[in-house]
């Protein structure tokens, strides 16, 4: 089978170029297109989305979704594995917690070898109260 050629537009291009550039940022397709359009570059709505569920496909961005209700939200992964990232949600706020933690890795291991259960970290969002509204 002949290896798949990755043929890029000059809006694919663009796209995974801002991606690229703001590294462990999450982005709705609505920030996206905002930031497009406030360039001057503007890209319609369904082409954003397309492009980036292709980008999920070839695994060069990381799609998330937080919860009912919330949009999908995407980050370039670069080098980062799948499921080497994870999410907090304040309940008071709405603030999103990004974590790289070794100990989450770890109880991850432990869930696979000890229970047969893997996170889907695309969709695992930690739920609680943070910092700053523990202190208000």
Request: net charge negative.
């Amino acid at each position: 089978m002949a290896e798949k050629t990755l043929y890029r537009t000059r809006t694919q291009k663009s796209l995974l170029d801002y991606l690229k550039a703001t590294p462990g940022i999450h982005h709705t397709a609505a920030e996206i297109k905002a930031y497009f359009d406030a360039q001057q570059q503007p890209i319609g709505t369904a082409t954003i989305y397309r492009q980036l569920e292709r980008f999920v496909e070839d695994g060069c961005i990381q799609k998330y979704t937080l919860g009912p209700g919330n949009c999908a939200c995407y980050t370039f992964s670069g080098d980062q594995l799948p499921g080497t990232h994870f999410h907090c949600k304040c309940e008071v706020c709405g603030r999103i917690i990004h974590l790289d933690c070794d100990e989450l890795r770890e109880l991850n291991e432990h869930l696979q070898k000890e229970h047969g259960f893997s996170w889907d970290f695309g969709r695992t969002v930690f739920y609680g109260i943070c910092d700053q509204c523990q202190k208000a």
